[in-house]
């Protein structure tokens, strides 16, 4: 499982960041975006899903693996 942010569509709400900050940062103005390459290790998927879920601006999109 590989996510990211877009970071047009974000609005600082930092949600994601509360659920998971494993795989979240947030910079000074709120903005999110994921920690490293967006790979999620399997023992995160859970958390990833419920922060893709719960983001208010469907900001979060899980990507295919290349
Ligand atoms: S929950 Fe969504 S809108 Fe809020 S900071 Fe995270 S990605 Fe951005």
Do not use: W
Request: hydrophobic share 35%; net charge negative.
């Amino acid at each position: 499982m590989r996510i990211r942010v877009d970071p047009d569509r974000c609005q600082g709400h930092a949600r994601c960041y509360a659920l998971a900050p494993e795989l979240f940062d947030v910079d000074d103005y709120g903005q999110s975006s994921v920690i490293g390459d967006g790979v999620v290790p399997p023992e995160l998927e859970a958390k990833a899903t419920l922060a893709i879920a719960n983001c208010p601006e469907y900001a979060i999109e899980e990507r295919s693996e290349e």
